[in-house]
């Protein structure tokens, strides 16, 4: 089994980008599991939600604390939540920032792989919020699936078209985008 | 077909499936993306009922009380106070004999104010008559609606399909969607012995005197008390159908088993992981799943349960002065057994609190270790 932990901000769409992979996990014959961390969320404060995969039908239902990987969603939150807690040791963290990449090596330490792509900036490229609130939740799909490459970016890509509620196709070239841009640093 | 849904989207699915007529409810966290997805399924057509809008958990239930004589298939939604709102109509529902389907996401109860997983709102209401059902997984949840129509319209009495908050309702996994055909003919329309009709007028809930209110109480009992064999039956047909197995108490790796731990919910699958853990340690652990509580299966709790040792109850819910609810029924059941086992109560998993495999193993080890104590609850997890 593999457990995955996203970490966001409410309204920045991590539930529904953790419900995403799952589905994509799913187009590819695995047993999936998806959910938020519960809570009462409001806009802008640290929430997390969970993915979980495996090869037959998933009996944990618990919260994930002790993750194969992470998602970061806004780079802002390394400074305030420990995204790294409980985290396998190579496990890698995938995440979503514009600064030089030595600054979130310098975040994250050593143990972990660290993959960093701007999904802020292909999001706004393709349509997906603004400048300031930039929808990232899709595009940093395509930078989980090329970081552990657990699932293939065409099942990622069908994920959301079948699954995201709007601007699929802008959501799908996104993910696309990220997947070519994500670098190991 | 198979689809990766939440558990309350599960039970959308079952209503549409079950082709509900008339659909009542009020919103309440985290009930409300069932009837969201009902209303939706109402507007684009995909099921062909009439929502109703209301302004209370009690008028939800009422307006169904109408539907349901008029002899159509009804269904409401609801979570926590939403249900302790409707208790009165509970009851009027189940003397009028309307077989009534209700979800209900188990919830905390307040004060204080608590969204989370708990199953004291189902379990205050008991004794209203309704028949309860509780569910482990998403497509358990959405197979048990359907199954829930049979047996309330075959025994007239209603039906309440119970199952956690966020663990289950908000939680996305893969669930195989029934087609249409194949559950038209599990579950025929609704013809109902009695309904309000014109050319055959009757009078409904009438006052009835102490000539025949005794008796009117007796068949409620008699007919809920049937429905462990009809269920039985509906378990089996549903089967041969759809190919997934369902009992009224679920026994897992209780054949060579010297301890019987019991859980009702989503801790039944964490258990699932305890009980394999243990026995990696030598604890021979067997798990019986607590599915259908009312009416109570006392026969089927004492075959599983009667020839072990020790059995754990593990409650998510406490009732003050009491204790765990569901250790209390189990003791009851056993209690007329000549040798009987030691049951031990947990209580684990209040308001949402996570319950891992590892707390399922520690309550667990405790009672095998003989440190336990009968007469206490093991208050799990408990902050000092």
């Given at each position: 089994?593999?457990?995955?932990r996203?970490?966001?901000?409410?309204?920045?769409?991590a539930?529904?980008?953790?419900?995403?992979l799952?589905?994509?996990?799913?187009?590819?014959?695995?047993?999936?599991q998806?959910?938020?961390?519960?809570?009462?969320?409001?806009?802008?404060a640290p929430?997390?939600?969970?993915?979980?995969?495996?090869?037959?039908?998933?009996?944990?239902?618990?919260?994930?604390?002790?993750?194969d990987?992470?998602?970061?969603?806004?780079s802002?939150?390394?400074?305030?939540?420990?995204?790294?807690?409980?985290?396998?040791?190579?496990?890698?963290?995938?995440i979503?920032?514009?600064?030089?990449?030595?600054?979130?090596?310098?975040?994250?330490g050593?143990?972990?792989k660290?993959?960093?792509?701007?999904?802020?900036?292909?999001?706004?490229?393709?349509?997906?919020g603004?400048v300031?609130?930039?929808?990232?939740?899709?595009?940093?799909?395509?930078?989980?699936?090329k970081?552990?490459?657990?699932?293939s970016i065409?099942?990622v890509?069908?994920?959301?078209?079948?699954?995201?509620?709007?601007?699929?196709?802008?959501?799908?070239?996104?993910a696309?985008?990220?997947?070519?841009?994500?670098?190991?640093i | 077909?198979?689809?990766?849904?939440?558990?309350?989207?599960?039970?959308?699915?079952?209503?549409?499936?079950?082709?509900?007529?008339?659909?009542s409810?009020?919103p309440?966290?985290?009930?409300t993306?069932?009837?969201?997805?009902l209303?939706?399924?109402?507007?684009?057509?995909?099921?062909d009922?009439?929502?109703?809008?209301v302004?209370?958990?009690?008028s939800?239930?009422?307006?169904?009380?109408?539907?349901?004589?008029?002899?159509?298939?009804?269904?409401?939604?609801?979570?926590?106070?939403g249900?302790?709102?409707?208790h009165?109509?509970?009851?009027?529902?189940?003397?009028?004999?309307?077989p009534?389907?209700?979800?209900n996401?188990?919830?905390?109860?307040?004060?204080?104010?608590?969204?989370?997983?708990?199953?004291?709102?189902s379990?205050?209401?008991?004794?209203?008559g309704?028949?309860?059902?509780?569910?482990?997984?998403?497509q358990?949840?959405l197979?048990s609606?359907i199954?829930?129509?049979?047996?309330?319209?075959k025994?007239?009495?209603?039906?309440?399909?119970?199952?956690?908050?966020?663990?289950?309702?908000?939680t996305s996994?893969?669930?195989?969607?029934p087609?249409?055909?194949t559950?038209?003919?599990?579950?025929p329309?609704?013809?109902?012995?009695?309904?309000?009709?014109?050319?055959d007028?009757?009078?409904f809930?009438?006052?009835?005197?102490?000539?025949?209110y005794?008796?009117?109480?007796?068949?409620?009992?008699?007919?809920?008390?049937?429905?462990?064999?009809?269920?039985?039956?509906?378990?089996?047909?549903?089967?041969?159908?759809?190919?997934?197995?369902?009992?009224?108490?679920?026994s897992?790796m209780?054949d060579?088993?010297?301890?019987?731990?019991?859980?009702?919910?989503?801790?039944t699958?964490v258990?699932?992981?305890?009980?394999?853990?243990?026995r990696?340690k030598?604890?021979?652990?067997?798990?019986?799943?607590?599915?259908?509580?009312?009416?109570v299966?006392?026969?089927?709790?004492r075959?599983?349960?009667?020839g072990?040792?020790?059995?754990?109850?593990?409650?998510?819910n406490?009732?003050?002065?009491?204790?765990?609810?569901?250790?209390?029924e189990?003791?009851?059941?056993?209690?007329p057994?000549?040798k009987r086992?030691?049951?031990?109560?947990?209580?684990?998993?209040?308001?949402?609190?996570?319950?891992?495999?590892?707390?399922?193993?520690g309550?667990?080890?405790?009672?095998?270790?003989?440190?336990?104590?009968?007469?206490?609850?093991?208050?799990?997890?408990?902050?000092?």
């Amino acid at each position: 089994m593999q457990e995955i932990r996203f970490h966001g901000r409410g309204g920045q769409g991590a539930v529904v980008g953790s419900e995403t992979l799952a589905h994509a996990f799913f187009l590819e014959d695995k047993f999936v599991q998806a959910f938020p961390a519960f809570g009462v969320e409001r806009r802008g404060a640290p929430v997390m939600a969970f993915c979980r995969v495996d090869d037959t039908p998933i009996n944990l239902r618990n919260q994930i604390y002790e993750p194969d990987h992470i998602v970061v969603l806004d780079s802002s939150l390394l400074e305030t939540v420990n995204v790294t807690e409980g985290l396998k040791k190579g496990g890698c963290v995938v995440i979503n920032g514009r600064r030089p990449g030595q600054y979130y090596r310098s975040k994250i330490g050593e143990d972990f792989k660290v993959f960093l792509v701007d999904a802020g900036r292909i999001a706004v490229e393709h349509g997906l919020g603004s400048v300031t609130n930039p929808i990232v939740n899709t595009a940093i799909l395509g930078a989980f699936a090329k970081a552990t490459g657990l699932v293939s970016i065409e099942a990622v890509e069908k994920a959301i078209m079948e699954y995201v509620p709007v601007k699929r196709d802008g959501n799908r070239l996104a993910a696309r985008a990220a997947y070519e841009k994500a670098k190991a640093i | 077909m198979r689809q990766v849904i939440k558990g309350n989207h599960a039970v959308s699915h079952g209503v549409r499936l079950s082709k509900v007529k008339v659909i009542s409810a009020y919103p309440i966290t985290p009930q409300t993306t069932i009837v969201e997805e009902l209303s939706e399924m109402c507007a684009s057509g995909a099921l062909d009922a009439k929502f109703i809008k209301v302004e209370s958990e009690h008028s939800a239930l009422a307006a169904l009380i109408g539907s349901a004589t008029a002899g159509v298939r009804s269904f409401t939604a609801t979570s926590s106070q939403g249900l302790l709102l409707m208790h009165e109509v509970l009851h009027w529902v189940c003397g009028a004999r309307l077989p009534i389907v209700l979800a209900n996401v188990n919830r905390a109860v307040g004060a204080g104010w608590n969204i989370w997983a708990d199953q004291t709102d189902s379990i205050s209401q008991r004794d209203t008559g309704w028949i309860q059902i509780y569910c482990e997984s998403n497509q358990e949840v959405l197979d048990s609606v359907i199954m829930a129509y049979k047996l309330a319209e075959k025994l007239m009495l209603p039906v309440m399909v119970s199952y956690d908050a966020f663990f289950l309702s908000h939680t996305s996994e893969v669930v195989d969607i029934p087609d249409q055909d194949t559950v038209d003919q599990f579950l025929p329309p609704f013809e109902p012995p009695h309904k309000v009709d014109f050319a055959d007028p009757r009078m409904f809930g009438g006052m009835i005197g102490p000539e025949i209110y005794y008796e009117e109480r007796y068949c409620i009992h008699k007919d809920a008390m049937a429905a462990i064999k009809t269920y039985s039956e509906i378990c089996q047909q549903f089967q041969e159908a759809f190919g997934r197995e369902y009992a009224l108490a679920e026994s897992y790796m209780v054949d060579d088993a010297e301890i019987i731990v019991v859980t009702a919910g989503t801790i039944t699958s964490v258990a699932r992981i305890a009980v394999r853990k243990a026995r990696e340690k030598g604890i021979k652990l067997g798990l019986m799943k607590l599915r259908l509580f009312r009416p109570v299966p006392y026969e089927l709790w004492r075959g599983i349960l009667g020839g072990v040792n020790k059995v754990v109850v593990i409650d998510r819910n406490l009732i003050g002065g009491v204790g765990g609810a569901f250790v209390s029924e189990i003791r009851s059941a056993l209690f007329p057994l000549e040798k009987r086992p030691v049951v031990y109560s947990a209580i684990a998993g209040l308001g949402g609190r996570d319950v891992t495999p590892a707390d399922v193993l520690g309550i667990v080890e405790h009672v095998a270790s003989g440190k336990a104590d009968v007469d206490t609850p093991i208050f799990w997890g408990l902050k000092e």
